[in-house]
């Protein structure tokens, strides 16, 4: 009977314990234990998880071990911004945030240092607004203007407020300037410079215009007298190609005219060479003709024809004999016709 009872107190006092000696640590903090008997704290910090925590002799804190915020502005944790006098002794407002953690495997040196909860801003307070005050109240206003020259002083104080908060067990990250308000009787000055300014870029720009337009006249001009001269080497151009043309086309006329000349004279010496040789030709045959016809009149049926061609019409002087009523070989008979003397021409022939 014994030891069902104590196989069922077993799990039941682990129950208890379980839910009663074992707390949770979340992952995005770190857990520091405290001895309560021994009111001394645990030199460890504890990871998230569970840890074995038996009421009454042990505490456990929780503390934050991601990125915080500290905000110096109106709105933040200070309730009121940074009013910095800058070294023309302008004052200008600027709202501030420090951003910063627990310096790791150190939260239960913090613990034991500041406390529980966040009495430690009060220090990060502190040195906040001593090195920011330091570091950009050596500005200038118009400076503030300039996003690089107010990173390059919040990084100044953030430099220096890490070198102090080392035993502070936190370590800053980042100093942002979020909102800056400048003095009003700076920002009249400034918008009156700016008017000058302005004016100032007006009257040059005005200047710079009125040069561009002479450019521009001076450009216009240059550029109609280009056209001008490109308009006169153009004309120049078209009267030149133009006499160049007439010029190849009075040389294509005289030559074509001395050709054609050329042809007429080479056709009128062709023609005369022709009608020369066929005069020779002519010549020719009719000396052929004539030494053929001597040949057939050589033979003596040829001298008879030509005798019969010869008296068959015999005109001396005014006299013509017809051989026909004639006899042309009576010569005495021929005489007597003629109206001479047969009777001298006889003496004359008997001697």
């Not at 990250?173 to 979020?178: A, E, K, M, S, Y």
């Not at 006249?217 to 240059?222: A, G, N, P, R, S």
């Not at 000349?261 to 010496?269: G, I, P, Q």
Request: proline share 3%; aromatic share 6%.
């Amino acid at each position: 009977m014994k030891k069902v009872v104590v196989l069922i107190a077993v799990p039941i006092v682990l129950l208890i314990m379980a839910r009663f000696c074992v707390q949770k640590v979340p992952v995005d903090q770190v857990g520091v234990k405290t001895l309560q008997l021994e009111r001394e704290v645990v030199q460890k910090d504890y990871e998230a998880g569970y840890i074995f925590c038996v009421p009454g002799i042990h505490r456990l804190d929780l503390m934050d071990r991601t990125l915080q915020f500290f905000h110096i502005a109106e709105d933040g944790d200070t309730g009121k911004p940074l009013h910095l006098r800058s070294s023309d002794q302008y004052v200008t407002q600027v709202d501030v945030t420090v951003v910063y953690r627990l310096q790791p495997g150190e939260a239960h040196k913090a613990l034991v240092l500041h406390g529980p909860g966040e009495a430690f801003k009060r220090k990060l307070r502190s040195y906040a607004e001593k090195y920011i005050w330091q570091e950009l109240g050596n500005l200038q206003t118009e400076e503030f203007y300039d996003p690089a020259k107010r990173e390059e002083g919040s990084k100044r104080a953030m430099k220096r407020m890490n070198a102090d908060l080392v035993d502070q067990h936190l370590v800053v990250t980042d100093v942002l300037i979020r909102n800056v308000k400048y003095d009003p009787s700076f920002e009249r000055k400034l918008l009156d410079k700016q008017l000058l300014d302005q004016q100032q870029q007006l009257q040059g720009s005005k200047a710079k215009l009125e040069g561009e337009k002479e450019k521009t006249e001076l450009i216009h001009k240059d550029t109609e007298a280009k056209v001008i001269a490109i308009q006169e080497e153009l004309v120049a151009e078209v009267n030149e190609r133009t006499a160049v043309t007439r010029a190849q086309i009075a040389q294509i006329e005289a030559d074509a005219a001395f050709y054609a000349k050329k042809l007429l004279a080479e056709a009128d010496n062709y023609q005369r060479t022709k009608a020369a040789e066929g005069e020779l030709l002519k010549t020719q045959a009719e000396a052929k003709g004539e030494k053929a016809l001597n040949a057939a009149y050589a033979q003596q049926g040829g001298e008879l024809y030509l005798v019969k061609q010869m008296v068959e019409n015999i005109e001396l002087g005014n006299i013509e004999i017809n051989t026909n009523q004639v006899n042309p070989f009576d010569v005495w008979q021929m005489l007597d016709m003629l109206g001479l003397d047969a009777s001298k021409f006889e003496e004359k022939v008997g001697k």
